[in-house]
């Protein structure tokens, strides 16, 4: 099992959380899973930025990022080295220390 240590925010998990997910497991799926709701305007596909995270710990154990992936990043709020879009996240071994943004450049928020 992976642990996954999502940091508080302010909204979303005020006190912060940690869950067990399985190697190949989604990150943004886990996250929903356990009640974080992360926006994610796409339904998944790649397609806009709303689950962006950062990753603290355990960086080099996720799936590596395609192209699309990237260029989506780089329309990111608060972009850093280790950010990565939760819905392309695919769990290695490692655990992990998930931050999300304060902000999301989304207009309309989808419910699960």
């Given amino acids: 099992?992976?642990?996954?240590?999502?940091?508080p925010?302010?909204?979303l998990c005020p006190e912060g959380m940690v869950v067990d997910a399985a190697e190949g497991d989604n990150l943004l799926d886990i996250a929903l899973e356990a009640g974080i709701e992360i926006?994610?305007?796409c339904d998944?596909?790649?397609a806009c930025t709303t689950c962006h995270v950062v990753i603290r710990e355990g960086f080099d154990s996720l799936n590596e990022s395609t192209d699309d992936?990237?260029?989506?990043?780089?329309?990111a709020w608060g972009l850093e080295v280790d950010s990565r879009l939760s819905c392309q996240c695919k769990l290695g071994r490692e655990d992990l220390v998930v931050e999300i943004p304060k902000y999301t450049l989304n207009h309309a928020?989808?419910?699960n």
Avoid: G, P
């Fill in 69 to 75: 992936e990237d260029d989506m990043l780089d329309k």
């Fill in 39 to 41: 926006e994610h305007a």
């Fill in 1 to 7: 099992m992976t642990k996954i240590v999502f940091l």
């Fill in 109 to 111: 928020r989808e419910e």
């Fill in 9 to 11: 925010h302010e909204t």
């Fill in 44 to 46: 998944k596909s790649c």
